[in-house]
């Protein structure tokens, strides 16, 4: 017997869809980029945990393994002829890309606190930025330029004097994995012209998955019952992540979309705050209100920009 809320809920979706839909391009892209934000940070907290329990290298097959599985049944039902992809070669180039990016990544984060490795992701989007503004011709205005800025002013007023403690070495490495992701990032960009956001993501576990499985037979050990658990959920995020990430490529430029990912900030804390007692300090708090500001305004100004 089916629920008297079932055709409720189904026409609230219908109508919060309705509504997203008729958002300015760069409006709806900055909302599933704020979507992703918040998604990998707390993805970031799970795989932090993880990768001090077990290799890095075991840690990053299984994620997006876990990610590959649970994808395949919603994929399958729409048919295999819709998810092959139109360059077979430019899916497993991003691939390799990104598998190198998480390599470094994964070796530096059980090193370093969460709101280090936030922060040093927020040095991505100026590498994306530039890379956009070079590579794919993407119009670079000074709107975008002073939103980046004024975020990452925030981020400064939070964060500025931990990057100068203990873990320095880590935090190079970790900072070297923010071009890696630009290019992947740039990549998917690239890849939206003529791919589908759902083939993107289903490719990007299928070949990291595959790149990744070498690495992991090398340090191996099995997962207790709670750490499948735990990976499966990992799996479910990373795959609505990168899928959140996808869609706002394709609803507006990248570098339009890339001053919101200073909110990361701001999940990190709150998820901090909620689940590990980690104080908030007023410099969290001022540094987010400066964060927030920026982010308002690139959406107002590009939504008055595009009418």
């Not at 490795?117 to 530039?130: E, R, S």
């Not at 795959?239 to 490529?249: D, Q």
Request: one cysteine or more; aromatic letters at 10%.
């Amino acid at each position: 017997m089916h629920s008297p809320r079932r055709p409720f809920l189904l026409r609230r979706a219908t109508v919060a869809r309705w509504r997203l839909g008729r958002l300015p391009p760069t409006v709806r892209g900055l909302l599933w980029s704020a979507a992703a934000s918040a998604i990998f940070v707390a993805l970031n907290a799970l795989m932090r945990h993880l990768s001090m329990e077990l290799s890095a290298a075991q840690t990053q097959f299984l994620r997006y393994l876990m990610g590959l599985l649970v994808m395949a049944p919603l994929m399958l039902g729409s048919g295999l002829a819709g998810l092959r992809p139109v360059s077979v070669r430019g899916q497993f180039l991003r691939g390799a890309v990104h598998t190198l990016g998480l390599v470094v990544w994964f070796a530096a984060v059980p090193h370093i606190t969460l709101a280090d490795t936030t922060v040093i992701g927020f040095t991505t989007p100026i590498f994306i930025m530039l890379g956009a503004a070079f590579f794919l011709s993407e119009p670079m205005r000074l709107s975008r330029w002073v939103a980046a800025g004024l975020g990452m002013t925030g981020v400064l007023i939070v964060v500025g004097p931990r990057l100068t403690g203990d873990g320095g070495g880590y935090l190079l490495i970790m900072l070297c994995s923010a071009p890696i992701y630009a290019v992947s990032f740039l990549m998917t960009k690239a890849l939206t012209r003529y791919e589908r956001a759902s083939v993107i993501v289903l490719w990007q576990s299928i070949t990291v998955t595959l790149l990744s499985l070498p690495m992991a037979l090398m340090d191996w050990q099995w997962p207790s019952l709670l750490q499948w658990g735990v990976f499966v959920v990992c799996g479910v995020m990373g795959s609505g992540g990168h899928y959140c990430l996808t869609r706002s490529y394709v609803s507006a430029d990248i570098s339009a979309t890339q001053s919101i990912r200073f909110l990361e900030l701001v999940w990190a804390a709150a998820i901090g705050a909620l689940f590990f007692a980690d104080p908030l300090n007023p410099w969290t708090v001022a540094g987010g209100l400066v964060i927030c500001a920026s982010t308002v305004w690139i959406a107002r100004h590009e939504a008055r920009t595009r009418a």
